[in-house]
């Protein structure tokens, strides 16, 4: 799903004109930034939390040439699913309800755009 595709739901979902669905969803996903780059951590009960995660710095290695590179502290945003939302989607895959789970004749599905994975071609 998209972001397009959120706005679109929900302006179905509650009858809101796609312009007014779209500052919704934008004010949700700015307040979320906001409270990240701020430092807090965000829990959605039966969803998940988002929190944001700091690295040291090390030094790494280009993996073209080999040679070491250094690597700058950093902070990233960290997803952990929720133990319902966990839940409900294994018991949805268990139940066979006729969504696709991205695998067809027991092989992964094409992640398309990725190089290397199965059944795209290396450049």
């Known amino acids: 799903m998209t972001k397009s595709d959120l706005v679109e739901f929900l302006s179905e979902k ?3 004109p796609k312009g007014r669905a779209e500052e919704v969803v934008n004010c949700v996903f700015d307040s979320m930034e906001k409270a990240l780059r701020e430092g807090q ?6 969803f998940g939390s988002f ?7 090390y030094e790494g290695r280009n993996p073209r ?6 690597v700058k502290p950093k902070k990233l945003p960290f997803f952990k699913v929720g133990k319902e939302l966990k839940e409900r989607i294994n018991d949805s895959a268990k139940k066979g309800d006729g ?7 027991g092989k992964a599905a ?3 755009g990725v190089p ?8």
């Open 65 to 70: 040439t080999g040679e070491a590179v250094e």
């Open 51 to 57: 929190e944001i995660r700091e690295y040291k710095a």
């Open 99 to 105: 969504k696709s789970d991205g695998k067809a004749d």
């Open 41 to 46: 951590r965000i829990e959605i009960r039966g």
């Open 110 to 112: 094409a992640a398309p």
């Open 116 to 123: 290397g994975a199965p059944g795209e071609k290396r450049a």
């Open 14 to 16: 509650l009858s809101l």
